[in-house]
């Protein structure tokens, strides 16, 4: 099977900007050549409350919500456009508090495959063994 070229980015939250501190909560992967764009997330809440108590957790939700639908959409505002706008629409820097980290590039045989390797490895926590 051929290996295709693909982009990523991280997605993280930055609960309190002024602070700096970021969580990894999800990763968009794009790939053009399999027609490819899906954005899988998954909130760690405790580790999000650890850095602010405070913090809307619904809000965070469907702004998180709105990365998926907009791989998935089959109809709102960004339906009609390809994928590659998409995906270049949802890394486009922004100033909020959930954003994408730059994006990198890799091949790969499966993009679903490589998008679930990218989410354990870059999102979520694993403890080391002591």
């Given at each position: 099977m051929s290996r295709d070229a693909y982009e990523y980015a991280?997605?993280?939250v930055i609960p309190r900007v002024e602070r700096g501190e970021q969580i990894n909560v999800g990763?968009?992967?794009?790939?053009q050549p399999r027609s490819f764009l899906c954005a899988r997330v998954d909130l760690d809440e405790?580790?999000?409350?650890?850095?602010?108590?405070?913090?809307?957790?619904?809000?965070?939700?469907?702004?998180?919500?709105?990365?998926?639908l907009t791989c998935d959409a089959s109809s709102g505002p960004l339906s009609a456009q390809p994928l590659g706008?998409?995906?270049?629409?949802?890394?486009?820097?922004r100033s909020t508090i959930?954003?994408?980290?730059?994006?990198?590039a890799g091949l790969t045989d499966d993009?679903?495959?490589e998008l679930d390797r990218l989410v354990a490895s870059l999102v979520h926590v694993t403890q080391a063994a002591g």
């Open positions: 991280v997605i993280r990763v968009l992967l794009y790939c405790s580790r999000l409350r650890a850095l602010d108590p405070a913090a809307d957790l619904p809000a965070l939700r469907q702004a998180l919500a709105a990365y998926q706008a998409r995906f270049r629409w949802l890394t486009a820097p959930v954003q994408t980290g730059p994006v990198h993009p679903e495959a």
